[in-house]
């Protein structure tokens, strides 16, 4: 039996015919990203290196939908990347959905989507606000005691990162939550 032989894929190559495959405009890439448009066409043409910078090759996976890993440029971090339970969350209903990372994207507004992109590498929480969560939750057709829990699990770390003992004040806690479910489910 022959084993088929696996070419290696320049980066750019991949990124380019990433971008063809999905009928994503380099405007769009670019915005997701946080990069200049120019920056993609000089990094698909090749008259600029491929990047080697952490947080962009890990943008462009996230985008692309796969581990940073699969681009040689990229060095893996030294310290341990902690990935929260709500990215996996969120991840669990992009493939529930079938609905890939750009399609996602391009279902928020222009100025979010990099804010998005972030959150889905793992490099910065889910927003407090509750009608954020909402729409993220709402885009992924996620049931609305789903949505509502990932409030609050948020909250709780605001609360906790602000100073809060959340178990010496649990009665207060409980009740504010209790609260906030009844309006928030009223609302939805």
């Known amino acids: 039996m022959k084993?088929?032989?696996?070419?290696?894929?320049?980066?750019a190559e991949k990124?380019?015919?990433?971008?063809?495959?999905?009928?994503?405009h380099k405007r769009d890439f670019?915005?997701?990203?946080g990069v200049t448009l120019s920056y993609v066409y000089n990094l698909i043409d090749e008259t600029v290196s491929f990047s080697t910078r952490g947080t962009t090759i890990e943008r462009i996976a996230t985008v692309m939908?796969?581990?940073?890993?699969?681009?040689?440029?990229?060095?893996?971090p030294q310290e341990p990347i902690l990935v929260d339970e709500t990215v996996e969350m969120i991840?669990?209903?992009?493939?529930?959905?079938?609905?890939?990372?750009?399609?996602?994207?391009?279902?928020?507004?222009?100025?979010?989507?990099?804010?998005?992109?972030?959150l889905l590498r793992g490099a910065l929480p889910i927003p407090v606000d509750f009608k954020?969560?909402?729409?993220?939750?709402?885009?992924l057709n996620m049931p609305k005691e789903e949505i509502y829990s990932l409030w609050e699990k948020r909250m709780h770390q605001v609360l906790q990162s602000a100073g809060m003992n959340i178990y010496a004040?649990?009665?207060?806690?409980?009740?504010?939550?209790?609260?906030?479910k009844k309006e928030i489910m009223k609302q939805t």
């Open 3 to 11: 084993t088929k032989q696996i070419i290696p894929q320049k980066s």
């Open 15 to 24: 990124v380019a015919s990433f971008l063809e495959t999905n009928s994503l």
């Open 30 to 33: 670019a915005e997701m990203i």
């Open 65 to 76: 939908g796969i581990e940073p890993e699969e681009f040689p440029e990229y060095k893996i």
């Open 91 to 118: 991840h669990y209903y992009l493939k529930e959905n079938r609905m890939s990372v750009v399609s996602f994207l391009k279902s928020f507004p222009r100025k979010k989507r990099l804010y998005i992109v972030d």
């Open 132 to 139: 954020e969560i909402q729409l993220i939750g709402k885009t």
């Open 169 to 180: 004040n649990s009665a207060l806690v409980e009740s504010m939550f209790e609260c906030a």
